[in-house]
């Protein structure tokens, strides 16, 4: 006999923690699965033999919940992040400059002629984005270049972190000296400030230093487990690299993608079994929906 679907109680005084655990009791849609995820990741957080992945796209960094992404790495619940460039993008250009409230709606040809980017529903001015990449990373690449002249794309985020504080992902990053990965790094404002100084420098940054650093992070493991948010190159760097292992032992996907196009944004944990890039006996839970108002559903029960 399966169980029973049961109503919510919600009475005040009701904490976020509590309300969670009742949605994996309430059997209704995407509550349950949310309900599922958060009892994976509270499993793989008390799990000592975890070495836990978060993946996430660059996105969600221009809006509040980069704040959760910062402390999740805070607090050591993984072990190794793989995302985008855009990410150190917007994690430096907010360190040093501020993104503004916006709208869906907005008159793009308006914001061109005012010199402001939309990312959704968030506005970021020009000067808040590219131009104070270059004005503050330059400075910064001149200060690390005295100290390293080759590094990985990993110690990269961790020479930053160490010259900024504690708002950001990057600092916390290097102060807990957890890599993150970012494969295509020459695809946002820091990679192509890099391309530029390289020019004039002996610089390199070896994106084959990141693999040899997973390789040793997957095969030293004895258990995976993933929080993978979104597609993407994020999403499938951190499968690809798990299947050399026979796959993650837990996954919890969030996206918005569908899978009929056949997209590896909306592939769902299942069909990633047969890559073997999760376990036959894995524990997975896809929730659909948009990550800025699940992740902080789903981390609840260990932040």
């Known amino acids: 006999m399966t169980r029973k679907v049961k109503d919510y109680n919600v009475s005040g005084g009701m904490n976020l923690e509590e309300l969670v655990e009742q949605m994996e009791n309430s059997g209704g849609f995407q509550a349950k699965n949310v309900g599922t ?6 499993e793989m957080s008390e799990d000592e033999d975890s070495t836990n992945f978060l993946s996430f796209p660059a996105c969600i960094i221009s809006t509040g919940t980069r704040g959760i992404i910062r402390d999740l790495i805070k607090e050591n619940v993984f072990d190794a992040v793989v ?32 010199e402001t980017h939309r990312l959704g529903n968030i506005f970021i001015p020009q000067s808040s984005y590219g ?11 001149e200060e690390i270049n005295k100290e390293r002249a080759d590094l990985a794309p990993f110690e990269l985020v961790w020479e930053l972190g160490k010259r900024m504080d504690e708002s950001t992902i990057c600092y916390w990053a290097w102060k807990n000296k957890i890599p993150v990965f970012v494969p295509g790094i020459t695809d946002g404002a820091v990679g192509t400030q ?3 100084f390289r020019q004039d420098h002996d610089f390199t940054v070896d994106v084959w230093s990141d693999e040899d650093m997973l390789s040793e992070i997957v095969f030293d493991a004895d258990r995976t487990s993933g929080l993978i948010l979104g597609g993407g190159i994020s999403k499938h760097h951190t499968i690809w690299w798990n299947q050399f292992i026979d796959g993650l032992d837990r996954a919890v996907y969030v996206t918005t993608a569908v899978e009929w196009d ?10 990633a079994i047969s890559w073997s890039k999760v376990k036959e006996e894995g524990r997975t839970v896809e929730v659909k929906g948009d990550a800025t108002v699940l992740l902080p559903l789903v981390v609840s029960s260990i932040l």
């Open 37 to 42: 995820a958060a009892d994976i990741l509270r």
């Open 83 to 114: 995302t985008t460039c855009g990410t150190l993008d917007h994690d430096v250009a907010r360190y040093f400059s501020d993104y503004h409230h916006g709208s869906f709606g907005a008159d793009d040809r308006d914001l061109h002629q005012k």
């Open 131 to 141: 131009e104070v990449v270059e004005d503050n990373l330059q400075p910064l690449l």
């Open 194 to 196: 890099v391309w530029f």
């Open 262 to 271: 056949g997209s590896l944004s909306g592939a769902k944990p299942e069909e």
